[in-house]
């Protein structure tokens, strides 16, 4: 989608203190997106592409949504970025769409989110319901000044209102200041407790350590999970090798790339222990980027 004119902002929303969600004039990225596909964002020319999440978008009007948490030297300048300003260039959609199809017995998608893992996972709960799945959404975050969405009249209450019987939604938060207190993987435990047959899937998305977490409670179950690891990659070209996960496949180790096979993984076959130090392997020359941009 490169070459059309320079995608620019039509609507900015401050979500949290670090959390921003603009929605941006990019029609060819509105009109070919599918669930669970990523974009590639380049705010300035002298910076870093970022990938990332589709939250939604509107074919329509052309537009695509996305929610940025400034972390990063990159993530942060963006958030900076007002109503009228251009991106250089934003390349998508990218990766391989969520796999949706019509669950029997009347089984469930189980969503865990954490974060800014929950725009992530909004396109993909949409298609479900779309497909008339029944969902459940567990969504977390670290405390009542880090939600977003959650409010009356936010996204999550409007796919409510939309599919009243067919999603219902948990909240938990770290210290309990919103929903129930503690880890998303505490509600999902008690739902496979009790039924663990009505669990068609486990979609998980957010912080690395969150995603292994569910990974291992759901395989202990044997109930299938995928995660999304959008949070890995660099430059999403396939190229630069940043997204290699380590996979056994028919007993053997092998490598996937997240942004050409995935991001959607089969979390039960990760090698999470030698995954999961490769999720910090840039902190360094992370950390000396802000120092130079006065972050
Ligand atoms: Fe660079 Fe996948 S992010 S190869």
Same mark, same amino acid.
């Given at each position: 989608?490169?070459?059309?004119?320079?995608?620019?902002?039509?609507?900015?929303?401050?979500?949290?203190?670090? @959390? #921003?969600?603009?929605?941006?004039?990019?029609? *060819?990225?509105?009109?070919?997106?599918?669930?669970?596909?990523?974009?590639? %964002?380049?705010?300035?020319?002298?910076?870093?592409?970022?990938? *990332?999440?589709?939250?939604?978008?509107?074919?329509? =009007?052309?537009?695509?949504?996305?929610?940025? =948490?400034?972390?990063?030297?990159?993530?942060?300048? $963006?958030?900076?970025?007002? /109503?009228?300003?251009?991106?250089?260039?934003? +390349?998508?959609?990218?990766?391989?769409?969520?796999?949706?199809?019509?669950?029997?017995?009347?089984?469930?998608?189980?969503?865990?989110?954490?974060?800014?893992?929950?725009?992530?996972?909004?396109? @993909?709960?949409?298609?479900? *319901?779309?497909?008339?799945?029944?969902?459940?959404?567990?969504?977390?975050?670290?405390?009542?000044?880090?939600?977003?969405?959650?409010?009356?009249?936010?996204?999550?209450? +409007?796919?409510?209102?939309?599919?009243?019987?067919?999603?219902?939604? $948990?909240? !938990?938060?770290?210290?309990?200041?919103?929903?129930?207190?503690?880890?998303?993987?505490?509600?999902?435990?008690?739902?496979? $407790?009790?039924?663990?047959?009505? @669990? +068609?899937?486990?979609? !998980?998305?957010?912080?690395?350590?969150?995603?292994?977490?569910?990974?291992?409670? /759901?395989?202990?179950?044997?109930?299938?999970?995928?995660?999304?690891?959008?949070?890995?990659? %660099?430059? +999403? /070209?396939?190229?630069?090798?940043?997204?290699?996960?380590? #996979?056994?496949?028919?007993?053997?180790?092998?490598?996937?790339?997240?942004? $050409?096979?995935?991001?959607? @993984?089969?979390?039960?076959?990760?090698?999470?222990?030698?995954?999961?130090?490769?999720?910090?392997?840039?902190?360094?020359?992370?950390?000396?980027?802000?120092?130079?941009?006065?972050?």
């Amino acid at each position: 989608d490169l070459g059309q004119t320079p995608p620019t902002i039509v609507k900015r929303r401050q979500l949290t203190e670090e @959390i #921003v969600e603009l929605t941006i004039k990019a029609p *060819l990225i509105a009109k070919s997106a599918k669930a669970g596909q990523f974009v590639r %964002v380049l705010a300035d020319e002298k910076g870093e592409l970022i990938p *990332l999440t589709l939250a939604d978008w509107n074919e329509s =009007q052309g537009t695509i949504d996305l929610v940025i =948490q400034g972390l990063g030297t990159s993530s942060k300048l $963006i958030n900076q970025m007002q /109503t009228g300003d251009s991106f250089v260039a934003i +390349a998508g959609p990218l990766g391989q769409p969520s796999h949706i199809e019509p669950h029997a017995n009347d089984k469930r998608a189980v969503f865990t989110a954490g974060g800014v893992g929950l725009p992530a996972v909004h396109p @993909i709960m949409r298609s479900h *319901l779309e497909a008339g799945n029944h969902v459940t959404l567990i969504s977390g975050f670290r405390g009542e000044a880090h939600c977003f969405w959650t409010e009356p009249g936010g996204r999550v209450e +409007a796919l409510k209102s939309n599919y009243p019987d067919q999603l219902n939604v $948990i909240y !938990t938060s770290n210290d309990g200041s919103f929903g129930s207190k503690g880890f998303v993987t505490i509600p999902l435990e008690q739902m496979l $407790i009790d039924n663990k047959e009505a @669990i +068609a899937e486990v979609i !998980t998305i957010g912080p690395p350590m969150m995603m292994r977490a569910v990974s291992d409670l /759901t395989k202990g179950y044997q109930v299938n999970c995928v995660a999304s690891l959008n949070s890995i990659m %660099v430059d +999403a /070209t396939g190229m630069c090798g940043a997204c290699m996960v380590p #996979v056994m496949e028919n007993g053997k180790l092998i490598r996937k790339h997240a942004c $050409i096979d995935g991001p959607e @993984i089969d979390s039960h076959v990760i090698d999470w222990d030698k995954l999961l130090p490769r999720f910090n392997q840039f902190k360094p020359q992370e950390h000396q980027s802000q120092i130079d941009h006065l972050l």
